[in-house]
């Protein structure tokens, strides 16, 4: 999962049905990635209501994965 194929994988593919811990942290700190690159460069961007959709896709999913990583600790399997 890098670069622009690594945040479209973490965005769009499914999770597993027992992800471990370090596919979802690699998973959110790709989100956050492409969060960094869709916001970068304002002026020339996306148009605002773009800009909202993708910032609402990506934390709907950052919301997935943190739900996820709570069930992980929760079963006491960090998997790690």
């Keep these: 999962m890098k670069g622009e194929a690594g945040w479209e994988a973490a ?3 499914p999770l597993p049905p027992k992800p471990g811990f370090y ?7 790709q989100i956050i990635t492409y969060l960094d690159w869709v916001t970068h460069d304002l002026a020339r ?3 605002p209501k773009e ?29 790690m």
């Design 11 to 13: 965005l769009n593919m």
């Design 23 to 29: 596919l979802l942290d690699e998973a959110r700190t």
């Design 45 to 47: 961007g996306p148009s």
């Design 51 to 79: 800009l909202r959709g993708e910032i609402e896709r990506a934390a709907e999913r950052l919301l997935e994965i943190s739900l996820a990583l709570c069930d992980l600790l929760d079963d006491g399997d960090g998997a």
